[in-house]
């Protein structure tokens, strides 16, 4: 067992999930696998769409070929329920395709934590729609998402 911490610490509340939460998004709209695979066991088991990777080296992996694939990526995550070890978030992202087709992806993530705050498990559902770029409602620059933008609920999403 890896003797990281990741704050906040479970059991989670509904404030602390929230903390939580943004954290995950803040890192993923930065788009740096190997400093995001840190807030994860090192034996972590994901179920990403149809893909299924545990450790470290899968999710960076993973990672890497995603945001290739995906450009103009912004994600906005929301918690959904929250149970001690466990969050639910709904989240919705946007992103680009080599073709120039812009997709706007809804989803839901099931997260169980470890005692130092790291993610063990991971399961993630997700839908692509695809949008025309008027259509599109994120964009802050790349990184983390202004604190004055609004949310999945306040954006009707």
Known sequence: MSNDKKAPLPPY???????????????????QPEKIAKAYS??????????????????IQLLTAKWQQETEYRLIKEVWA?????IAVRFAYE??????????????????????????????????????EIERKFYW???RRPDEHPGLTELGL
């Open 13 to 31: 509340d509904q404030a602390s999930a929230v903390i939580k939460a943004r954290m995950a998004e803040d890192a993923w709209n930065g788009q």
């Open 141 to 143: 620059p790349i990184g």
């Open 95 to 132: 992103y680009c395709d080599a073709s120039g087709q812009w997709y706007r992806a809804y989803g839901n993530e099931n997260w169980q934590f470890d005692e130092n705050g790291l993610m063990e498990q991971r399961h993630a559902s997700i839908n692509d729609l695809k949008i025309e």
């Open 82 to 86: 929250v149970d001690s070890h466990r």
């Open 42 to 59: 090192e034996n972590s088991i994901w179920r990403n769409r149809d893909q299924f990777v545990q450790g470290r080296d899968e999710i």
